[in-house]
């Protein structure tokens, strides 16, 4: 069971990676984890989206890792099915430290999402760190390992539906359009309490 002790400020930059492939695979990994950890104000570890990098055998462990962000400046993560941990240091102030856009109050709607849906608005969202931020505090739901839960306000699912429906003009691909009415539905029920 490895231990990932990692400075954020010594990985490629999201611009222009350089190295391998893994070390690509495990530099995202690890921002991911630090978005997951600062976008929530936690006082005990949860259960992020992140799936887990590490090797099982020759497969991907695809475990959803758990997350803790008690002790500034430490991130700390573990995942439950292979063993996988790690600490994580040197990420405050940069981009990936989300903790500006942690909702201040407590009226938070949830609203589910799947990897498919998630993967496609982290993509969309790389240069928006307030939209990334709510996207990031997605968590496995209890009863259903396809969904995640996202708790959000109701301006912040608001700025997301207006994204969606931005990415819904620029795009030609009928799946990917349906994929963003099925999102845009979701957010439409968050938003209304349902």
Do not use: N
């Not at 849906?117 to 990334?132: F, G, I």
Request: aromatic share 4%; proline share 5%.
């Amino acid at each position: 069971m490895p231990t990932w002790i990692t400075d954020l400020r010594h990985l490629p930059s999201v611009d222009a990676p350089q190295g391998s492939a893994v070390a690509a695979k495990r530099a995202r990994f690890t921002r991911e984890v630090v978005e997951a950890a600062t976008s929530r104000r936690e006082a005990a570890p949860w259960r992020s989206a992140v799936q887990c990098i590490g090797r099982v055998g020759r497969r991907a462990c695809g475990g959803r890792v758990h997350v803790d962000h008690v002790v500034a400046p430490h991130v700390v993560w573990s995942c439950p099915a292979c063993g996988d941990h790690g600490d994580i240091t040197g990420f405050e102030g940069t981009a990936h430290d989300l903790s500006p856009f942690v909702p201040r109050h407590k009226k938070l709607r949830v609203w589910a999402i799947d990897d498919e849906e998630r993967e496609v608005l982290l993509e969309a969202t790389m240069d928006l760190p307030a939209l990334r931020a709510v996207v990031s505090r997605g968590s496995p739901a209890v009863d259903l390992e396809q969904a995640l839960m996202v708790q959000a306000t109701v301006d912040e699912l608001d700025d997301i539906y207006t994204l969606v429906e931005q990415l819904t003009d620029a795009t030609r691909s009928r799946r990917r359009i349906e994929l963003l009415d099925g999102l845009r539905v979701g957010l439409c029920s968050a938003m209304d309490g349902f």
